[in-house]
T-cell receptor
Framework: DSGVTQTPKHLITATGQRVTLRCSPRSGDLSVYWYQQSLDQGLQFLIQYYNGEERAKGNILERFSAQQFPDLHSELNLSSLELGDSALYFC???????????????FGQGTRLTVV | LAKTTQPISMDSYEGQEVNITCSHNNIATNDYITWYQQFPSQGPRFIIQGYKTKVTNEVASLFIPADRKSSTLSLPRVSLSDTAVYYCLVGDGGGATNKLIFGTGTLLAVQP
Protein backbone atom coordinates (compact mmCIF):
# COMPACT_ATOMS: atom_id res chain seq x y z
CA ASP A 1 0.00 0.00 0.00
CA SER A 2 1.59 3.24 -1.20
CA GLY A 3 -0.54 5.43 1.04
CA VAL A 4 -2.04 7.24 -1.95
CA THR A 5 -5.78 6.69 -2.28
CA GLN A 6 -7.68 7.09 -5.52
CA THR A 7 -11.43 6.91 -5.90
CA PRO A 8 -13.34 5.49 -7.57
CA LYS A 9 -11.42 2.39 -8.68
CA HIS A 10 -13.64 1.88 -11.70
CA LEU A 11 -15.89 4.25 -13.59
CA ILE A 12 -18.07 3.60 -16.61
CA THR A 13 -19.74 6.54 -18.26
CA ALA A 14 -21.16 7.62 -21.58
CA THR A 15 -19.64 9.90 -24.19
CA GLY A 16 -20.25 13.57 -23.55
CA GLN A 17 -20.45 13.15 -19.80
CA ARG A 18 -18.28 14.69 -17.08
CA VAL A 19 -16.53 12.81 -14.29
CA THR A 20 -14.37 13.69 -11.31
CA LEU A 21 -11.50 11.54 -10.12
CA ARG A 22 -10.24 12.03 -6.59
CA CYS A 23 -6.80 11.56 -5.08
CA SER A 24 -5.72 11.66 -1.46
CA PRO A 25 -1.94 11.93 -1.19
CA ARG A 26 0.20 10.35 1.49
CA SER A 27 0.16 12.19 4.76
CA GLY A 28 2.68 15.02 4.61
CA ASP A 29 3.16 14.96 0.84
CA LEU A 30 2.76 18.34 -0.79
CA SER A 31 3.09 17.40 -4.46
CA VAL A 32 0.42 15.65 -6.48
CA TYR A 33 0.87 14.38 -10.04
CA TRP A 34 -1.75 13.09 -12.45
CA TYR A 35 -1.04 10.62 -15.26
CA GLN A 36 -3.08 9.00 -18.00
CA GLN A 37 -2.15 5.53 -19.21
CA SER A 38 -3.79 3.96 -22.20
CA LEU A 39 -2.64 0.95 -24.18
CA ASP A 40 -1.23 2.90 -27.07
CA GLN A 41 0.12 5.96 -25.27
CA GLY A 42 2.08 4.73 -22.27
CA LEU A 43 2.24 6.74 -19.08
CA GLN A 44 1.45 10.34 -20.01
CA PHE A 45 2.08 13.16 -17.56
CA LEU A 46 -0.92 15.46 -17.26
CA ILE A 47 -0.34 17.98 -14.48
CA GLN A 48 1.42 18.60 -11.18
CA TYR A 49 0.39 20.57 -8.11
CA TYR A 50 2.51 21.62 -5.19
CA ASN A 51 0.88 22.81 -2.00
CA GLY A 52 -2.24 23.94 -3.82
CA GLU A 53 -0.59 25.61 -6.78
CA GLU A 54 -0.26 24.31 -10.31
CA ARG A 55 3.45 23.80 -11.00
CA ALA A 56 3.78 21.88 -14.25
CA LYS A 57 1.58 20.92 -17.15
CA GLY A 58 1.95 18.12 -19.63
CA ASN A 59 -0.23 17.31 -22.61
CA ILE A 60 -3.45 17.83 -20.73
CA LEU A 61 -6.49 18.44 -22.91
CA GLU A 62 -8.53 21.61 -22.45
CA ARG A 63 -11.49 19.38 -21.57
CA PHE A 64 -9.55 18.22 -18.52
CA SER A 65 -8.87 20.30 -15.44
CA ALA A 66 -7.52 19.66 -11.99
CA GLN A 67 -7.07 21.33 -8.65
CA GLN A 68 -5.46 20.70 -5.30
CA PHE A 69 -7.41 21.73 -2.26
CA PRO A 70 -6.17 23.23 1.05
CA ASP A 71 -6.24 19.77 2.65
CA LEU A 72 -3.94 18.69 -0.21
CA HIS A 73 -6.30 16.22 -1.84
CA SER A 74 -6.67 16.66 -5.57
CA GLU A 75 -9.39 16.19 -8.14
CA LEU A 76 -9.11 15.64 -11.88
CA ASN A 77 -12.16 16.69 -13.83
CA LEU A 78 -12.76 15.22 -17.26
CA SER A 79 -15.57 16.69 -19.36
CA SER A 80 -17.16 16.11 -22.75
CA LEU A 81 -15.80 12.61 -22.57
CA GLU A 82 -14.83 10.76 -25.71
CA LEU A 83 -14.21 7.09 -26.33
CA GLY A 84 -10.48 7.82 -26.54
CA ASP A 85 -10.45 9.07 -22.97
CA SER A 86 -10.85 5.51 -21.75
CA ALA A 87 -7.69 4.79 -19.77
CA LEU A 88 -6.16 4.23 -16.37
CA TYR A 89 -5.66 7.49 -14.52
CA PHE A 90 -2.96 7.50 -11.86
CA CYS A 91 -2.27 9.96 -9.13
CA UNK A 92 1.11 10.15 -7.41
CA UNK A 93 2.38 12.16 -4.49
CA UNK A 94 5.75 13.13 -3.11
CA UNK A 95 7.04 15.18 -0.21
CA UNK A 96 8.57 17.79 -2.46
CA UNK A 97 9.05 17.81 -6.18
CA UNK A 98 9.91 14.21 -7.10
CA UNK A 99 13.03 13.36 -9.03
CA UNK A 100 15.65 14.88 -6.81
CA UNK A 101 17.49 13.31 -3.94
CA UNK A 102 15.29 11.14 -1.74
CA UNK A 103 12.10 12.46 -3.31
CA UNK A 104 10.43 9.38 -4.73
CA UNK A 105 6.90 9.53 -5.98
CA UNK A 106 4.28 7.17 -4.57
CA PHE A 107 1.52 6.08 -6.93
CA GLY A 108 -2.05 5.15 -6.21
CA GLN A 109 -3.77 2.10 -7.68
CA GLY A 110 -5.43 4.18 -10.33
CA THR A 111 -8.96 4.79 -11.59
CA ARG A 112 -9.98 2.80 -14.62
CA LEU A 113 -12.25 4.96 -16.75
CA THR A 114 -14.31 3.37 -19.48
CA VAL A 115 -16.23 5.64 -21.83
CA VAL A 116 -18.97 3.90 -23.80
CA LEU B 1 14.48 17.49 -18.70
CA ALA B 2 17.06 15.00 -19.90
CA LYS B 3 15.75 12.41 -22.34
CA THR B 4 16.33 8.74 -21.65
CA THR B 5 16.67 5.78 -23.98
CA GLN B 6 16.06 2.18 -22.91
CA PRO B 7 15.61 -1.11 -24.73
CA ILE B 8 11.94 -1.75 -25.45
CA SER B 9 12.02 -5.29 -24.13
CA MET B 10 14.26 -7.95 -22.58
CA ASP B 11 13.86 -11.65 -21.91
CA SER B 12 15.37 -13.61 -19.07
CA TYR B 13 15.00 -16.86 -17.14
CA GLU B 14 14.37 -17.38 -13.48
CA GLY B 15 17.48 -17.22 -11.35
CA GLN B 16 19.47 -15.13 -13.78
CA GLU B 17 20.86 -11.66 -13.16
CA VAL B 18 19.30 -9.02 -15.38
CA ASN B 19 20.94 -5.76 -16.34
CA ILE B 20 18.88 -3.00 -17.96
CA THR B 21 20.84 -0.07 -19.33
CA CYS B 22 19.50 3.43 -19.77
CA SER B 23 21.18 6.16 -21.82
CA HIS B 24 20.88 9.76 -20.73
CA ASN B 25 23.50 11.66 -22.71
CA ASN B 26 22.20 15.09 -21.76
CA ILE B 27 22.02 14.54 -18.02
CA ALA B 28 22.56 17.75 -16.07
CA THR B 29 24.92 18.21 -13.16
CA ASN B 30 22.12 18.31 -10.59
CA ASP B 31 20.10 15.43 -12.05
CA TYR B 32 19.49 12.22 -10.15
CA ILE B 33 18.72 8.89 -11.83
CA THR B 34 15.64 7.07 -10.61
CA TRP B 35 14.17 3.71 -11.62
CA TYR B 36 10.55 2.65 -11.25
CA GLN B 37 8.83 -0.71 -11.75
CA GLN B 38 5.29 -1.11 -13.03
CA PHE B 39 3.13 -4.22 -13.05
CA PRO B 40 0.07 -4.40 -15.34
CA SER B 41 -2.82 -2.25 -14.15
CA GLN B 42 -0.84 -0.98 -11.16
CA GLY B 43 0.88 2.32 -10.48
CA PRO B 44 4.67 2.52 -10.86
CA ARG B 45 6.73 1.76 -7.79
CA PHE B 46 10.07 3.30 -6.86
CA ILE B 47 12.97 0.85 -7.03
CA ILE B 48 16.21 2.76 -6.60
CA GLN B 49 17.83 6.13 -7.05
CA GLY B 50 21.42 7.26 -7.47
CA TYR B 51 23.67 10.13 -8.44
CA LYS B 52 27.03 8.49 -9.14
CA THR B 53 28.99 5.25 -8.68
CA LYS B 54 27.00 2.38 -7.22
CA VAL B 55 23.88 2.20 -5.09
CA THR B 56 22.46 -1.01 -3.68
CA ASN B 57 19.28 -1.74 -1.78
CA GLU B 58 17.35 -4.86 -0.90
CA VAL B 59 15.92 -5.33 -4.38
CA ALA B 60 18.42 -3.95 -6.90
CA SER B 61 21.72 -2.29 -7.64
CA LEU B 62 22.29 0.79 -9.75
CA PHE B 63 25.58 1.31 -11.51
CA ILE B 64 26.48 4.78 -12.77
CA PRO B 65 29.76 5.40 -14.62
CA ALA B 66 31.85 8.47 -14.00
CA ASP B 67 30.48 10.39 -16.98
CA ARG B 68 26.88 9.65 -15.83
CA LYS B 69 25.68 9.43 -19.43
CA SER B 70 24.19 6.02 -18.76
CA SER B 71 23.09 3.87 -15.87
CA THR B 72 22.45 0.17 -15.40
CA LEU B 73 19.77 -1.34 -13.21
CA SER B 74 20.82 -4.77 -11.99
CA LEU B 75 18.26 -7.25 -10.70
CA PRO B 76 19.90 -10.28 -9.04
CA ARG B 77 18.35 -13.71 -9.50
CA VAL B 78 15.07 -12.66 -11.08
CA SER B 79 11.86 -14.57 -10.55
CA LEU B 80 8.62 -14.74 -12.51
CA SER B 81 7.23 -11.98 -10.32
CA ASP B 82 9.87 -9.58 -11.64
CA THR B 83 8.10 -9.53 -15.01
CA ALA B 84 7.18 -5.87 -15.35
CA VAL B 85 8.00 -2.63 -17.13
CA TYR B 86 11.04 -0.80 -15.79
CA TYR B 87 11.38 2.96 -16.28
CA CYS B 88 14.49 5.10 -16.02
CA LEU B 89 14.02 8.78 -15.21
CA VAL B 90 16.46 11.64 -14.72
CA GLY B 91 15.71 14.93 -13.03
CA ASP B 92 16.76 17.19 -10.22
CA GLY B 93 13.43 17.67 -8.52
CA GLY B 94 14.32 21.29 -8.28
CA GLY B 95 12.42 24.38 -9.20
CA ALA B 96 8.78 24.40 -10.08
CA THR B 97 8.78 22.46 -13.32
CA ASN B 98 9.86 18.90 -12.69
CA LYS B 99 7.30 17.01 -14.70
CA LEU B 100 8.46 13.50 -13.71
CA ILE B 101 8.28 12.27 -17.31
CA PHE B 102 8.19 8.54 -17.91
CA GLY B 103 9.57 7.21 -21.18
CA THR B 104 8.50 4.01 -22.89
CA GLY B 105 10.28 1.80 -20.37
CA THR B 106 11.69 -1.69 -20.76
CA LEU B 107 9.36 -4.67 -20.62
CA LEU B 108 11.19 -7.45 -18.81
CA ALA B 109 9.75 -10.90 -19.39
CA VAL B 110 11.03 -13.61 -17.04
CA GLN B 111 10.43 -17.17 -18.11
CA PRO B 112 10.61 -20.36 -16.06
Amino acid sequence: DSGVTQTPKHLITATGQRVTLRCSPRSGDLSVYWYQQSLDQGLQFLIQYYNGEERAKGNILERFSAQQFPDLHSELNLSSLELGDSALYFCASSVGVAGGMNTEAFFGQGTRLTVV
Amino acid sequence: LAKTTQPISMDSYEGQEVNITCSHNNIATNDYITWYQQFPSQGPRFIIQGYKTKVTNEVASLFIPADRKSSTLSLPRVSLSDTAVYYCLVGDGGGATNKLIFGTGTLLAVQP
